[in-house]
């Protein structure tokens, strides 16, 4: 999905984001001054990076108007991801992304002077996804960061 924040320059940060249903890992994170095609490419791509070759992964959105376009599809065809749309109005479907940036933005942004330009916002949002990946545990992922949980499940 992709999110947006006012920087303190008054310009807008959009935020694209994938992660794991399962572990919760942040798999692909980018960030831009549009959401245009270029972002959800570059999304898309990151992902890419991240996936064993012979994954066919479920991914999910909403009914956003650049998931809809041909270039997206054809993108998750020709990679063999499986494209899972939410329901037209039923938010509860985009539920664990949106969930996942309201942790970002609160545990990043709250209570902070916004950042003063999108150089900035890149660079605390990729400590931030470090952070969360790597170090923050959740009684969602048994106490484990999500990286630790993704290594256990697939080592059981």
């Known amino acids: 999905d992709v999110s947006q924040v006012r920087l303190a320059n008054h310009n807008w940060a959009y935020v694209s984001s994938i992660t794991d249903e399962a572990s919760k890992e942040v798999l692909a994170f980018q960030v831009s001054p549009h959401p245009d095609r270029q972002l959800i490419t570059a999304t898309l791509n990151e992902l890419l990076t991240k996936l064993p070759d012979d994954a066919k992964p479920i991914i999910h959105s909403d009914q956003g108007w650049h998931y809809q376009l041909g270039y997206y599809t054809q993108k998750l065809a020709?990679?063999?991801?499986v494209q899972s749309m939410s329901r037209k109005g039923n938010c509860h479907d985009n539920a664990p992304i949106e969930s996942f940036f309201h942790l970002f933005k609160a545990e990043l942004l709250d209570g902070f002077p916004p950042c003063k330009d999108l150089a900035e916002f890149r660079s605390l949002s990729s400590q931030y996804i470090h952070y969360f990946n790597y170090d923050r545990i959740s009684l969602k992922t048994k106490g484990m960061t999500p990286?630790?949980?993704?290594?256990?499940?697939?080592?059981?």
Request: net charge negative; charged share 20%; glycine share 0%.
């Open 147 to 156: 990286v630790e949980y993704r290594n256990h499940t697939l080592a059981a």
């Open 78 to 81: 020709d990679n063999n991801f």
